[in-house]
């Protein structure tokens, strides 16, 4: 079995840093604070095999605010591991420069741009999000 590379980063920043199999569930989880222009973003590894107590592991809780850059990597393992979810480390890798992550919009690639912001299974570069930005808002 084959496993995935799981990396989220806040601004650059590392937050998490989990190697998920297929077996494993990882999630993301963003939520808001009421009232506030700022959201909490935890992330969660349930490990089916794992003895109750610790079938989730959880990442240090990380603080959004709103035009901060969350960015999602996902880098194919040719070899298993178990899964876990390392604490930030400092600044990320500065190595890993293309994982194959392109702009849903425009197809250019993470290297050919300067940020990029993913959601679910999509992926949209800070060109494209300053172009739909100024579509927003146009009279
Ligand atoms: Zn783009």
Redesign the pocket.
Known sequence: MSATNFVVEVNGVLLADATVTLADQLEVNLVSVAGQEEAVLVVTAFLPGAPKPEKYIHSKKGTVAAGDTVTIRLAALADEKSTMIREPQGVGDENRANDGMT??????AQIE?RKMVAGPAV???????E?CHEIMHET
Do not use: T, Y
Not at 103 to 108: A, E, T
Not at 123 to 129: N, Q, S
């Open positions: 702009c849903s919009f425009c197809g250019k741009v992926f949209i570069c800070d060109k494209c999000a172009l």
